[in-house]
């Protein structure tokens, strides 16, 4: 399945989810500057859950029916969604964009990791592991090269942790999602952003005060997540997660640094040093590796000529 041929709406929508959940790092960046993490996913979540019933009602989408979509929902909203969300927004003060986007590179290793156990039919190959050590190391490029990363040296661990964390959620939550094959995409994104509505909300009440106040960047900041990096993001994941594979839409967690350094230097004036450069072209090869784009061609054989 992994090999299959792609075609160019996979990755329209592909390229669609890199920019949504890439931007989000400095979304978050912003919002968390008056909005406290837990009521800034609460916060994020009730506008995507709006956004959400609306277009469900439009689109005639159905709720998860019987315990075992609900209990699989249960899993994506909270495990996959809701709580790496959190751990994200409690991270993103004290670590770099671009690392972050590092720390999002493990997700295709741990999703190698738990299809060999769950996913039978997305093995781990030879090529599908040389493209992921290609793309890691590419994405390790574009980090390294950042200003950002001289000025790192001084972080805490619990952060990273923290990243590390989420990163297992959304890795887990892609692995639950494929396991769904017999649910519509459009259900799946129906429950879980519903189920991560009701964690998110909970938490937020329990363990936060409620936000006193909330400047006008913070208040963008939370409906940029909310319309875009959860609502249309969580569309276009499960979707196209059914479409294609696991992995394929892992593929992602190699591009979403590009991104982020992309935008810091375009919003922050950040500069892009030569071996950014090097990491983003390593970055793609092991993409283009991954989807059996840069295949071998076979040498073709001539006729051979009448004695």
Request: proline share 6%.
């Amino acid at each position: 399945m992994d090999q299959q041929q792609r075609t160019a709406s996979d990755w329209i929508w592909l390229a669609s989810l890199v920019l949504m959940w890439g931007s989000a790092f400095i979304a978050i960046k912003v919002a968390v500057e008056t909005i406290t993490p837990l009521w800034l996913v609460a916060i994020r979540m009730i506008m995507a859950s709006a956004l959400m019933i609306a277009f469900a009602k439009w689109q005639n989408i159905r709720l998860p029916q019987g315990w075992r979509e609900w209990r699989a929902m249960i899993f994506l909203g909270s495990i996959g969604t809701a709580i790496p969300f959190i751990l994200i927004s409690y991270a993103a003060p004290d670590v770099p964009s671009a690392i972050a986007g590092l720390m999002m590179a493990t997700i295709p290793f741990q999703i190698l990791l738990f299809s060999l156990v769950f996913l039978p039919e997305e093995k781990a190959t030879p090529v599908r592991i040389l493209s992921l050590v290609i793309g890691f190391v590419g994405v390790a490029l574009v980090i390294f090269g950042s200003e950002k990363f001289a000025s790192a040296d001084n972080l805490a661990l619990l952060p990273f942790v923290l990243l590390i964390l989420a990163t297992t959620g959304y890795a887990t939550n892609g692995i639950i999602s494929r396991r769904m094959i017999d649910m519509p995409a459009m259900t799946k994104s129906y429950g879980a952003i519903l189920v991560s509505s009701v964690v998110a909300i909970l938490g937020a009440i329990l363990f936060e005060p409620l936000p006193t106040s909330m400047t006008l960047p913070a208040f963008g900041g939370a409906a940029y997540l909310a319309v875009f990096s959860t609502w249309a993001g969580t569309v276009v994941y499960y979707r196209l997660v059914d479409k294609t594979s696991v992995a394929f839409c892992s593929q992602t967690s190699y591009l979403i640094p590009i991104v982020a350094v992309a935008l810091g230097a375009l919003i922050f004036g950040e500069q892009l040093s030569p071996i950014q450069l090097v990491g983003f072209f390593a970055i793609i090869f092991g993409i283009l590796i991954a989807e059996g784009i840069l295949k071998r061609k076979k040498r073709r054989r001539l006729p051979t000529p009448p004695a």
